[in-house]
């Protein structure tokens, strides 16, 4: 698609920014959402430019293109015909500032090249389209400092709400309470901030991570270590507790060594691995917070001529679609990001008609599916 702008309409504030780009991964149409910026409003014929040439007030323009029944038919066709002459096009933003109502949510998500953050996306996307509202989205990078930026941003754009999905790096929520007080609604998605009000759709990660040990117990490992995400996270010290869990069912001490905290990525896989190796007792499977790590596992585990699963199982969560087409496939929870999605968008538009207090706002908790594959069948 050709943009109808390029980088020289772009204002010199938002390019001297730390990323020009930060937001401009929309869900919304790129016209509509460059129109926020008053200097590219420029750009386009407005209904002042019309009211000039044909030397009446912008009101009339505004009613004639309208068929307001008060404008005379000659002043109606001479302002639709230079509407069309001028291929001239309404603001629906500042129609809607107007009308006191921007129509637009804010989303910010850690990551949005990850499988279940896109998915999620797909679901609100898909639930508030059909109410006439648009998505402007954020992407923080795991970054503190960027989801505070991210937050900036959009109260600057005068959305109606932020769905939020914390950063690894938030361990501190003043920032979040700030954004509260300015009458935003916040609502939050998989990972949430304890101790702030607010309605939140996540899943039951602590479950999930226990469905995925036991598989791996029923399977006959029992040295099993777990790749861990950040422990100030509350879904990665849940998941983390599934773990653990699971071990105590089995009758299994867990050393401190076994749980190794690694970033979720290809790398700290494969870190996580090599520290695992290097115990005096080697582990037999692998239980990662996440399916990149999951990934790293495996291939160090491959290069290490390891055969999977029979010499190590791995397990990841997150149903990353990569994971169905490994060698071998691997097994991982499934977070029902479609669902989570359509679910907090649902959960937004019911506290716009309702307006009940932060407080008041639903909580709900969907429950994971393990999904079995391949990369930990060790009994078939």
Known sequence: MKLPYTWNHIPRRIKQSPDPLFFAVCAIDCA??????????????????????????????????????????STREAVQHLAEKYKYQPNVVASSLRKGMSKTVGVIVPRINRNFFSNVIGGMEEVLAASGHHLMICQTHEKYEREMESIQTLINARVEAIILSISMETVTGGHLQKLQETGIRLFFF????????????????????????????????????????????????????????AMEEAGIKVPAEWVIEEPLVLEGGTAAF?????????????????????????????????????????TGFANEPFTAFLEPALTTVDQLGGAMGKLVAEMYLNCEATDPPPGECERITLKPKLIVRESSLLKR
């Open 32 to 73: 509509y959402f460059l129109s926020l910026y008053s200097e590219m409003r420029k750009q386009h014929i407005t209904i002042h430019d019309i009211a000039r040439e044909l030397n009446v007030s912008a009101s009339t323009v505004s009613r004639a293109l309208q068929n307001h029944p008060r404008i005379s038919q």
């Open 190 to 245: 998989d990972r949430m901030f304890e101790g702030i009000e607010a309605g939140s759709v996540v899943i039951d990660d602590q479950l999930g991570a226990y469905l995925n040990v036991k598989h791996l117990l029923e399977q006959g490992y029992t040295r099993i270590l777990h790749v861990a995400g950040a422990e100030q996270i509350p879904v990665y010290r849940d998941r983390k507790k599934g773990y653990l869990r």
């Open 274 to 314: 090599d520290k695992g190796m290097k115990l005096p007792e080697k582990p037999d499977a692998f239980f990662c917070a996440g399916d990149y790590a999951a990934l790293g596992v495996m291939q160090a585990a491959k290069k290490r001529g390891l055969r999977i699963p029979w010499e190590l199982g791995i």
